[in-house]
C-alpha cells in the first residue's frame, strides 16, 4: 500500500507504507542491477583501454567508451540513493531537491544510452553508403563532438522539469524518483512526458531504420558477388548492433508506451509495480550493454571466423579426398575387368 502526498512546491510523492520484509525483497534486484551494472561497464572501459593498440580508437569504439561511461556512471550517481532508502526499511525520505536530482539522472542516463545507440548505427550507415564523407580527415574529433552534443541535448531534455516543464513524481516504493507521467491532467506534466517519450520512440524507429538499411546493403553486396571475406570483417559491427538494438528496444520501448499511454489515455493515477518493473527493464539495458561488447568484441569474432574458415576447408578437403579415392576405385575396377 502507498499514499500520495504533495510538496508546497507541486511535487507529487508516493509515501510507501512497505514492510521491512516487502523492502527486502525489492532491494536484492536494486543491488544486482548496481553491481553488475556499473562492474559490467568499469569492465568494459578497462577492456576498451588495453585493447586500444589494436582498435586505435576509431569511431565506432569511442561511442562503445561512451556508452559505457553514460551507463556506468549514470547508475553510479543515481543507484545509491534508491539502496538507502532500502538499507532504513524505507523509512527515510526522498527530500524534494534528491527526488529532482534522481529524476535528472534516470532520464538523462536513458536518453543519453538511446542516442548513443542511434549515433552508432549512423555511424555504421554513413561509412557503408557515404566513405568518402565519412572517412574525411578528424573523424575522432567529429565522434567526440557528436558525443558531446548528444549529452548536451540529453541534459536539456532531462531538465525541463527542473525549469517548470513537467515535475518529478517518487514512485512505488518510495525509494526512486523520475518524470512525473501519472499525474497527466497537470497540463505542464502531459506535455513534458509526450515530449520525452516521443523522443524516445522516434529514436527507436531512426535506429532500426539505420540498421536495416546497412543490412540490406550487405545481403545485397553478398548475392551480387561483390563481398569477399575481407569486405565482411564489419559484420561482427552489425551483429553487435543488432543485438544492442534489439536488447534496448525491447527494455526501453516499453517505458516509453507506457509514459505514452499515461498521458494520451488517461490512465488510471497509480504509481505502483509495473512503473517500478518498466524501470528496471530499462536500466537492464544499462546493464547487458556492456557484456555484449564484452563478448562481441573483434577479436573474438576474428577468432570465430577463423574457426568456422578452418573448419569449412577441412570438410571441403576430406570431400575432395573421398572423391578422388571414389574415382581411384571405378578406375581400378574398370582395368580389372578388362
Request: net charge positive; glycine share 6%.
Amino acid at each position: 500500500m502507498s499514499t500520495l502526498n504533495t510538496s508546497t512546491d507541486g511535487t507529487i510523492y508516493t509515501v510507501s507504507t512497505l514492510s521491512s520484509n516487502a523492502a527486502v525483497s525489492n532491494v536484492v534486484p536494486a543491488y544486482l542491477l548496481f553491481v553488475f551494472g556499473v562492474g559490467g561497464n568499469i569492465f568494459a572501459l578497462v577492456v576498451l583501454l588495453l585493447t586500444a593498440k589494436t582498435h586505435n580508437w576509431r569511431p565506432f569504439y569511442r561511442f562503445v567508451c561512451g556508452l559505457a561511461i553514460t551507463d556506468g556512471g549514470g547508475m553510479l550517481l543515481s543507484v545509491p540513493v534508491s539502496l538507502s532508502i532500502y538499507n532504513s526499511d524505507l523509512k527515510k525520505e526522498l527530500p524534494p531537491a534528491l527526488c529532482d536530482y534522481q529524476m535528472f539522472m534516470y532520464m538523462f542516463t536513458l536518453m543519453s544510452s538511446a542516442m548513443i545507440v542511434c549515433g552508432m548505427s549512423f555511424d555504421r550507415f554513413l561509412a557503408t553508403f557515404y566513405p568518402f564523407l565519412y572517412n574525411k580527415p578528424h573523424k575522432e574529433i567529429r565522434t567526440n563532438i557528436v558525443l558531446a552534443v548528444i549529452w548536451g541535448l540529453s541534459a536539456l531534455i532531462s531538465s525541463l522539469p527542473l525549469f517548470g516543464l513537467g515535475s518529478s513524481r517518487k514512485f512505488y516504493p518510495g525509494t526512486w524518483c523520475f518524470l512525473n507521467f501519472i499525474e497527466t491532467t497537470i497540463e505542464l506534466n502531459r506535455i513534458d512526458a509526450i515530449i520525452y517519450a516521443s523522443i524516445g520512440v522516434i529514436i527507436v524507429l531512426a535506429t532500426w531504420a539505420f540498421n536495416i538499411a546497412v543490412i540490406g546493403y550487405f545481403i545485397y553486396k553478398r548475392y551480387a558477388g561483390e563481398t569477399t571475406w575481407s569486405g565482411w570483417k564489419d559484420v561482427h559491427v552489425i551483429i553487435f548492433l543488432l543485438i544492442v538494438v534489439a536488447l534496448f528496444t525491447s527494455c526501453w520501448f516499453p517505458l516509453m508506451v507506457n509514459i505514452l499511454q499515461h498521458a494520451n489515455f488517461a490512465l488510471p493515477e497509480t504509481a505502483g509495480k509495473t512503473e517500478l518493473l518498466l524501470t528496471r527493464l530499462s536500466i537492464t539495458n544499462s546493464v547487458v550493454d556492456p557484456w555484449i561488447y564484452i563478448l562481441l568484441r573483434r577479436e573474438i569474432y576474428s577468432s570465430l571466423m577463423a574457426c568456422v574458415r578452418r573448419v569449412y576447408h577441412r570438410r571441403r578437403a576430406s570431400h575432395t579426398t573421398r572423391a578422388q579415392s571414389s574415382g581411384d576405385k571405378s578406375e581400378n575396377m574398370t582395368i580389372e575387368t578388362k
